[in-house]
């Protein structure tokens, strides 16, 4: 069982980036997709999940900026990130909860990839 993130890197104040999250050893679509962010010496925050039956929850901070998608034949998961601030600064992590409410508290997911680097600067 891995996830692991990729799509991050350098981008100035009101790019866009699109993070991937490609699943292997089971099903994405059977699963709650998360995606958490950790900045520097800031906790872990919830930033957007997805449930199987398409239910999708963002924090308010990135409403209207991000947005979390599924490509199931590709067993993927997308965040797409627009208008993008230096405080969405952060290492990008998703992770795996097999119940079925979108709900991005950390500790009912079972699986997590090991996190991909987003810095927004000029």
């Known amino acids: 069982v891995q996830l692991v993130e990729s799509g991050g890197g350098l981008v100035q104040p009101g790019g866009s980036l699109r993070l991937s999250c490609a699943a292997s050893g089971f099903n994405l679509d059977d699963y709650v997709i998360g995606w958490f962010r950790q900045a520097p010496g800031s906790k872990r925050e919830g930033v957007s999940c997805s449930s199987s039956l398409g239910v999708t929850n963002y924090a308010d901070s990135v409403k209207g900026r991000f947005t979390i998608s599924r490509d199931n034949a590709k067993n993927t998961v997308y965040l797409e990130m627009t208008n993008l601030k230096p405080e969405d600064t952060a290492v990008y992590f998703c992770?795996?909860?097999?119940?079925?409410?979108?709900?991005?508290?950390?500790?009912?997911?079972?699986?997590w990839g090991q996190g991909t680097s987003v810095t927004v600067s000029s």
């Open positions: 992770a795996a909860d097999r119940g079925k409410i979108a709900t991005m508290i950390e500790a009912l997911y079972d699986f």
